[in-house]
């Protein structure tokens, strides 16, 4: 195994990080790749998967990365009790390959295929169904970590429950997923019943969020964040159940691909409301059925190849809040800041939760998650700032595998469990090996950090 100079990225395109990188095949060579302190440097290292983080957390500034890319085989599946076992650099799309037709699914997806199973954990992932099955980690029956020691730790509910919990949402600080035992859903066939139809407003998208939570398995909003005055909150309705067959399942259409970084000038507000309108008013009044297959309704994302090109050459921030029930008039000053600003985004999304996950440090709450992206330009980072006030006076929180712009103060705050999380990281890698440049933005482990230096 070598290290190389490489230049890594993330999905919002705001850095562009020289790093040095091994790519490790197995556990030895990773655990060689951990002790390898002249290759690393004082920054430690970073665990780098897929690279769909939209900002800064698999990014190390000053350090190295372990690239999970060798790490990324399906090594078994016990068909009676449903689990999978696998490497923490396997992808969605190659589960969805290996298992999709065959009868089972993965019980938790991300937006696009590209994410790994490592990352899943890391950031424990929630996706259009968290209200009726909850998040990635609580599907995952048990996992091999290598911390800083270099050593495999098998660990789960029952053996080594706290660095377990730790390093579900733990952002990879806790140290490189190896193997993953993953219980999967059986499915009657690769197909999933989707209908969509049109919301007037926010109210009445609310309404339905409540609703959701005992009517319709997955469940996603899709908000025109320029609308405004009564039609504040309109948007597009999308509620699916898995299909009993696969009978008229439409053929999933090949990408559509962004060549290039679109210019600024397509996103002006008045550009993007005449798409979004269209986009709203195209879909019949009565709404539509249709039958997708798992793959076309699981990945949004993947079906404009390019897609974070859109905003263009400087990139682009993202919020992803979660404001608990009761609170819902949080979400409704959320939206009205974004539609104010007139910030260039073009969608917002909505989806509700349904309790808070295992892990210490784990996004969801019983509540709803509202994300916008945010075009890199002058002004976004005061908008942000509002919008992490308003989720904190709301209760809420914001998901960090999509923000690069919260405060540390916002996020100790935000998680109550963090000092849990930094005893952890205190027994398992005291002297700091693990880091990024979002756990040092966030101060997550900054006692660690003077006390190693």
């Given at each position: 195994m070598?290290?190389?100079?490489?230049?890594?990225?993330?999905?919002?395109?705001?850095?562009?990080?020289?790093t040095?990188?091994?790519?490790?095949?197995?556990?030895?060579?990773?655990?060689?790749?951990?002790?390898?302190?002249d290759?690393?440097?004082p920054?430690?290292?970073?665990?780098h998967?897929?690279?769909?983080?939209?900002?800064?957390?698999?990014?190390?500034?000053?350090?190295?990365a372990?690239?999970?890319?060798?790490?990324?085989?399906?090594?078994?599946?016990?068909p009676?009790?449903?689990?999978?076992?696998?490497e923490?650099?396997?992808?969605f799309?190659?589960?969805?390959?290996?298992?999709?037709?065959?009868?089972?699914?993965?019980?938790?997806?991300?937006?696009?295929?590209?994410?790994?199973?490592?990352?899943?954990?890391?950031?424990?992932?929630?996706?259009?169904?968290?209200?009726?099955?909850?998040?990635?980690?609580?599907?995952?029956?048990?996992?091999?970590?290598?911390?800083?020691?270099?050593?495999?730790?098998?660990?789960?509910?029952d053996v080594?429950?706290?660095?377990?919990?730790?390093?579900?949402?733990g952002?990879?600080?806790?140290?490189?997923?190896?193997?993953?035992?993953?219980?999967?859903?059986?499915?009657?066939?690769?197909?999933?019943?989707?209908?969509?139809?049109?919301?007037?407003?926010?109210?009445?998208?609310l309404a339905?969020?409540?609703?959701?939570?005992?009517?319709?398995?997955?469940?996603?909003?899709?908000?025109?964040?320029?609308?405004?005055?009564?039609?504040?909150?309109?948007?597009?309705?999308?509620?699916?159940?898995?299909?009993?067959?696969?009978?008229?399942?439409?053929?999933?259409?090949?990408?559509r691909?962004?060549?290039?970084?679109?210019?600024?000038?397509?996103?002006?507000?008045?550009?993007?409301?005449?798409?979004n309108?269209?986009?709203?008013?195209?879909?019949?009044?009565?709404?539509v059925?249709?039958?997708?297959?798992?793959?076309?309704?699981?990945?949004?994302?993947?079906?404009?190849?390019?897609?974070n090109?859109?905003?263009?050459?400087?990139?682009?921030?993202?919020?992803?809040?979660?404001?608990?029930?009761?609170?819902?008039?949080?979400?409704?000053?959320?939206?009205?800041?974004?539609v104010?600003?007139?910030a260039g985004?073009i969608?917002?999304?909505?989806?509700?939760m349904?309790?808070?996950s295992?892990?210490?440090?784990?996004?969801?709450?019983?509540?709803?998650?509202?994300?916008?992206?945010?075009?890199?330009?002058?002004?976004?980072?005061?908008?942000?700032?509002?919008?992490?006030?308003?989720?904190?006076?709301?209760?809420?929180?914001?998901?960090?595998?999509?923000?690069?712009?919260?405060?540390?103060?916002?996020?100790?705050?935000?998680?109550?469990?963090?000092?849990?999380?930094?005893?952890?990281?205190?027994?398992?890698?005291?002297?700091?090996?693990?880091?990024?440049?979002?756990?040092?933005?966030?101060?997550?482990?900054?006692?660690?950090?003077?006390?190693?230096?």
């Amino acid at each position: 195994m070598q290290w190389q100079s490489t230049i890594l990225s993330t999905w919002g395109r705001l850095y562009r990080v020289p790093t040095r990188a091994a790519r490790p095949v197995d556990p030895g060579e990773a655990a060689r790749a951990i002790h390898a302190n002249d290759a690393v440097g004082p920054a430690g290292l970073v665990v780098h998967g897929g690279g769909r983080c939209y900002a800064d957390e698999s990014l190390n500034t000053g350090g190295g990365a372990l690239l999970t890319g060798g790490l990324a085989r399906i090594l078994d599946f016990d068909p009676a009790g449903a689990v999978a076992t696998v490497e923490g650099g396997v992808t969605f799309a190659a589960l969805s390959a290996h298992f999709h037709g065959r009868g089972f699914t993965y019980p938790v997806s991300a937006a696009t295929a590209a994410v790994t199973i490592g990352g899943a954990v890391a950031n424990d992932i929630h996706s259009k169904n968290h209200h009726s099955v909850g998040g990635f980690g609580r599907h995952v029956r048990w996992l091999d970590l290598m911390p800083a020691s270099g050593e495999v730790v098998r660990c789960s509910r029952d053996v080594e429950p706290e660095l377990f919990v730790a390093t579900l949402g733990g952002m990879g600080l806790t140290g490189l997923v190896v193997r993953v035992g993953l219980a999967m859903t059986p499915v009657a066939a690769n197909a999933v019943v989707a209908r969509y139809r049109r919301i007037a407003d926010l109210d009445a998208f609310l309404a339905e969020v409540d609703a959701a939570r005992t009517k319709a398995p997955f469940w996603f909003g899709w908000v025109d964040p320029l609308a405004s005055g009564r039609n504040l909150g309109r948007g597009i309705l999308e509620e699916g159940r898995f299909a009993d067959d696969v009978g008229g399942v439409l053929p999933s259409p090949a990408p559509r691909r962004v060549p290039v970084d679109l210019p600024r000038i397509l996103l002006r507000p008045e550009i993007i409301g005449r798409y979004n309108r269209r986009r709203y008013e195209r879909l019949p009044a009565g709404g539509v059925e249709v039958k997708k297959s798992l793959d076309a309704f699981y990945f949004p994302l993947d079906h404009i190849a390019g897609f974070n090109r859109v905003y263009g050459r400087p990139g682009f921030w993202s919020v992803h809040a979660g404001i608990p029930v009761g609170e819902e008039r949080g979400i409704e000053k959320f939206l009205a800041e974004i539609v104010a600003a007139r910030a260039g985004s073009i969608a917002s999304v909505m989806k509700p939760m349904g309790g808070p996950s295992d892990g210490m440090l784990s996004f969801p709450m019983h509540g709803t998650a509202f994300a916008c992206d945010l075009p890199r330009r002058p002004g976004v980072e005061a908008l942000h700032a509002r919008l992490e006030r308003i989720v904190l006076d709301h209760g809420g929180r914001l998901y960090v595998a999509k923000d690069g712009l919260m405060s540390g103060a916002a996020y100790a705050r935000m998680f109550p469990r963090l000092d849990e999380f930094r005893a952890v990281l205190a027994r398992v890698d005291p002297h700091g090996r693990f880091g990024s440049d979002m756990s040092r933005r966030l101060a997550i482990r900054a006692p660690l950090a003077r006390r190693a230096a």
